[in-house]
């Protein structure tokens, strides 16, 4: 398998449930990117792994825990999640931090909080 | 600081006909500059990006950009449109370690 994958593509989650996102790289990328893209609004960044090193958060509440076990997996753990915390989200991965590289995106995780 | 700006959070075209989706950007330092292509239901493609060499831009399926930059534009073109174009559209600039996303330009396509 190549790219960037995500499991699950849908996922619906109560307000006190607790699941995880995984995101996967086959790429031999270095860093990994998380992205929340809800309707209507452009796409935030969440989260910046570089190297298995957390880079940047960008004041994302603490209901959502990223974690980066080695280069090629990314989790996003979820907690006590809100229904405005419904969106799709997207891994992505690049060669590097440097942002003249591209980046390649997985499908997206449709979550539904109810 | 740095910002993009699509002009067009819609756009509609007819099969065969010329594309053009607007961006304008706004960056402190040399800009790298991309579009991507986001299908229903599917993660973000690259279609092409500018990184300071030729400021014409060629990507996939046809399209192709222009860095112009006393205009601060990178707009996205293609000569015939097709029905598989239809998607949204992302302008994106970045630089340092900022990556900045456009809203979304929507491509209509009909037959």
């Known amino acids: 398998e190549t790219g960037v994958t995500q499991t699950p593509r849908h996922l619906v989650m109560g307000m006190t449930n607790k699941k995880s996102l995984k995101c996967e790289q086959h790429?031999?990328?270095?860093?990994m990117y998380w992205y929340k893209q809800s309707a209507k609004k452009p796409l935030e960044l969440m989260f910046v792994y570089s190297l298995e090193e957390r880079v940047e958060n960008n004041s994302v509440p603490s209901r959502f825990s990223p974690e980066c076990p080695n280069s090629s997996h990314l989790f996003l753990h979820l907690h006590t999640l809100q229904p405005e915390d419904s969106a799709l989200y997207l891994c992505?991965?690049?060669?590097?931090?440097?942002?003249?590289?591209?980046?390649?995106f997985g499908p997206g995780t449709r979550l539904t909080v109810t | 600081a740095q910002s993009v700006t699509q002009l067009d959070s819609h756009v509609s075209v007819s099969e065969g006909t010329p594309v053009l989706l607007r961006c304008n950007y706004s960056?402190?330092?040399?800009?790298?500059l991309f579009w991507y292509v986001q299908h229903p239901n599917k993660g973000l493609q690259l279609l092409l990006k500018y990184t300071s060499a030729a400021t014409l831009v060629k990507g996939i399926n046809g399209f192709e950009a222009e860095f112009k930059k006393s205009e601060t534009s990178f707009h996205l073109t293609k000569p015939s449109a097709h029905m598989s174009d239809a998607a949204e559209y992302f302008c994106?600039?970045?630089?340092?370690?900022?990556?900045?996303f456009g809203a979304g330009t929507r491509l209509f396509v009909k037959a």
């Open positions: 960056s402190s330092y040399s800009p790298s």
């Open positions: 992505a991965s690049s060669p590097s931090r440097d942002n003249t590289y591209e980046q390649y």
């Open positions: 994106v600039t970045t630089g340092g370690f900022k990556t900045i």
């Open positions: 790429l031999g990328h270095n860093a």
